[in-house]
């Protein structure tokens, strides 16, 4: 039972140092079954926790809260069910579309470093879901940002540098913000193991002043409304798959631990206000974000844009679930499970739509919204995928951002906090806007551009495979959602 | 004021002038060393912790907690380092774009 959990991590790790010391075709090789043995050991933590619930593991045996324990609850699971599904999706892509983008290589080989910097972001967010310890959350977030980076300037050039220099220094300032908060939870109360620090803790100024400091990093990392400037040059400039990873994954992963924090670790200590604010920020980001995609000329970027709308969604989540403790658990339970699904059709929704783009971006040498009239007929099963993947974006039935939208919708009406139900409302208008701008100008034909354009097949179909996941994830509601009621902080809460 | 408080005070000056200097400069060098104090503080900071009891031992997990920081902040700051270095390169240019003067960003 306790092996798989850590397997997902050391699997990956061992895989990345192996593929980059491996020579020539031994490096994919030995990527590839790396790869695809994580994905072995996250299903098999997921069926795990679905038979017997959640399993904690002690590092070398050494329980907290001398030792660090590893820890995979329903939440966790599923997070590593997202991550598997979508890096093996992006594997197989970029194997694609490093072969088309470097024309006569193999592939993979050629982008040699792509491999293990992918295996080691696979390793770092396994990890960062599997954590149950403040300083090791830091430690494993750093991991994930600096994989992430590494990635991102693979694309080179002077717009990749600076894209990747400006998000390092965001990212690098946003870690010691957090470090600062852990050294005062630590200094105050002693402990970093997430179930002590629940039960440790007490509402303070000092406690808040931490969570304070530690959700400001956060929010810097998760690229939310004011801290987001650096989000769209970095995912627009990045290579296609990297692209989808850092929007689809990586900024999860400060999503996630917001999430853990807020509604777990620190629920007991958190004031009305407190949530109503970052739910506010979230708003925002929704309204901003939306605004700058539906200006955007340029293909990524107006994906890109559409990450930090959609990032703003997820922050709403927070005074929904939290409530301030006046609300009824049911509800703030309904908004809990409502955020988790919505995580999990934005990245399936989002790596989708990212591949579209790199794809449309390789083979039209431009992804000018100009230059992709006519797509449909040149380009058709990428612009039938860049439909679903939008329409599962926007939250059309069945998809599971509708699922998300429902549960948030209801807990706000149940909750009377009816202002999020107009900013939930007048979001997902505003993302049907910026995802219809973009169909009209595909779907449209134009004489002349009728000739079907020669696009490696691997790319179309990851790309339509994630977007149909993100559509159909809905109908499997009640599968998902035992797997996020396993363990889920809010089901036992008082 | 004991060594606690020299500590713990230093820790909160340092931050304060590192974040200032973060802010402040357009340098990327200037910035990245600024990162780097900042982290130095709460490294500081942190010691200053392990001897909260005023005990004759401090506390041990502060220490493998700057230790490990150490390592991060090494790591990312030779990350920093080298993309500096590309971006010098390739654009000739030692800070971000949107940091610099006007007419200097355009030539």
């Known amino acids: 039972m306790s092996a798989p959990v850590e397997w997902s991590v050391l699997l990956p790790l061992a895989g990345a140092a192996l593929s980059y010391l491996a020579p020539g075709r031994w490096a994919v090789v030995t990527a590839v079954a790396a790869a695809t043995a994580t994905t072995g050991a996250a299903v098999l933590v997921a069926i795990g926790v679905w038979s017997d619930g959640p399993a904690s593991v002690a590092l070398g045996g050494w329980q907290p809260p001398l030792g660090i324990a590893l820890y995979a609850d ?15 999706a992006i594997g197989i892509y970029a194997a694609g579309y490093f072969r088309h983008a470097q024309e006569g290589t ?27 310890d403040l300083f090791n959350l830091y430690v494993v ?77 956060l929010m810097i990392k998760a690229a939310l409304f004011p801290f987001h400037a650096w989000l769209p040059p970095a995912h627009a400039s990045a290579p296609a798959p990297v692209s989808a990873m850092l929007s689809a994954l990586v900024v999860k992963g400060a999503v996630y631990m917001v999430l853990r924090l807020w509604t777990d670790v620190f629920a007991g200590d958190i004031s009305m206000l407190a949530g109503q604010l970052v739910g ?108 679903i993947g939008g329409i599962a974006l926007i939250g059309l039935p ?66 339509l495979a994630l977007a149909l996941a993100a559509l159909f994830l809905g109908l499997r509601g009640v599968e998902v959602l035992r797997l996020i009621e396993a363990g889920a902080p809010l089901g036992v809460a008082p | 004021m004991d060594l606690f408080d020299l500590y713990g005070v230093t820790a909160v000056v340092l931050l304060s002038l590192s974040l200032y200097a973060f802010f402040y400069a357009a ?47 090494v790591s990312a700051t030779a990350l920093a380092l080298v993309l500096a270095r590309r971006l010098v390169q390739e654009t000739g240019l030692e800070a971000l774009p949107e940091d610099l003067p006007e007419e200097e960003g355009e030539a």
């Not at chain 1, 993979?108 to 599997?130: M, V």
Request: proline content about 3%; hydrophobic content about 60%; overall charge positive.
């Open chain 2, 27 to 73: 340098n990327l060098l200037r910035r990245v060393i600024a990162l780097n104090m900042m982290g130095s503080s709460i490294f500081l900071l942190l010691v200053a912790i392990a001897y909260r009891n005023r005990a004759a031992e401090p506390d041990p997990v502060p220490h493998a907690m700057v230790l490990t920081g150490i390592v991060v902040a």
């Open chain 1, 74 to 88: 329903g939440l966790s699971a599923l997070m590593l069910l997202m991550t598997a599904v979508i890096m093996l």
């Open chain 1, 141 to 217: 977030l750093e991991l994930v940002t600096l994989a992430g980076i590494a990635l991102l300037v693979l694309a080179g050039g002077s717009a990749a540098l600076t894209a990747g220099m400006r998000y390092l220094l965001a990212a690098f300032l946003a870690s010691l913000l957090y470090l600062l908060g852990v050294a005062l939870v630590y200094g105050e109360y002693h402990v970093l193991d997430l179930h002590l620090v629940r039960q440790t803790l007490d509402p303070s100024r000092l406690t808040w002043l931490a969570l304070a400091l530690m959700t400001a990093g």
């Open chain 1, 398 to 463: 069945p998809s599971g951002t509708f699922v998300a939208k429902w549960l948030l919708l209801g807990s706000a009406m149940g909750q009377q906090q009816w202002w999020w139900v107009v900013v939930i409302a007048a979001g997902t208008l505003l993302s049907g806007a910026y995802v219809f701008r973009v169909l009209r100008l595909a779907f449209t034909p134009v004489p002349g551009l009728d000739t079907r354009l020669r696009v490696p097949a691997l790319m179309e179909v990851c790309a």
């Open chain 1, 106 to 132: 193999s592939g993979w080989r050629e982008s040699d470093a792509f491999l293990p910097l992918w295996l080691l972001l696979f390793a770092a967010l396994n990890a960062l879901f599997l954590s149950r």
């Open chain 1, 280 to 387: 506010f920020l979230g708003a925002a980001g929704i309204v901003w974000g939306s605004l700058q995609a539906l200006r955007e000329e340029r293909l990524k970027l107006i994906v890109a844009h559409s990450t930090v709308a959609q990032v703003g969604f997820l922050f709403v989540v927070v005074p929904l679930a939290t409530g301030g403790g006046m609300a009824d658990a049911a509800w703030r339970n309904d908004a809990w499970s409502g955020g988790v699904y919505h995580i999990l059709s934005h990245a399936l929704a989002k790596a989708a739509l990212f591949m579209c783009a790199g794809t449309i971006l390789l083979c039209l040498a431009s992804d000018r919204l100009d230059d992709i009239r006519g797509l449909a007929t040149r380009m058709p099963l990428t612009a039938f995928a860049f439909g």
